[in-house]
C-alpha cells in the first residue's frame, strides 16, 4: 500500500536514478512500489502513466504529488539547472 510513501524519498531517489534532459520531457517523478511503477507529470499533476496500480492508490499518489507539487518542481529546476 502506498500509505507510507515519503514524497521527498520519492523525488530524490527519481533525481538521482534519472538524468532525462529536461527540455526532452516534462518535469515528472516515477513512482515504484514492488514491481508496479507509474508515471506523474508535475506541471499540471496528472498520470501519465498508471501502471498496475489500483484506482485508490493512484488517486493517494496524485494526492501526495499535489501536495509536494512545489518542492518537487524546485527539485527538479535545481537538478538540472532550469
Known amino acids: 500500500m502506498v500509505d507510507d510513501v515519503q514524497p ?8 538521482n536514478r534519472r538524468r532525462p534532459h529536461p527540455r ?3 518535469p ?10 507509474a508515471k506523474i507529470w508535475l506541471d499540471p499533476v496528472v498520470i ?6 489500483d484506482r485508490r492508490e493512484l488517486r493517494r499518489i496524485q494526492r501526495i504529488v499535489e501536495e509536494n507539487r512545489y518542492m518537487m518542481l524546485e527539485q527538479w529546476d535545481g537538478h538540472f539547472g532550469v
Not at 501519465?48 to 496500480?53: D, M, S, T
Open 28 to 37: 515528472h517523478v516515477h513512482v515504484e512500489w514492488d514491481d508496479r511503477r
Open 24 to 26: 526532452v520531457e516534462p
Open 8 to 15: 521527498r524519498s520519492v523525488v530524490q531517489d527519481e533525481v
Open 48 to 53: 501519465a502513466y498508471p501502471g498496475q496500480f
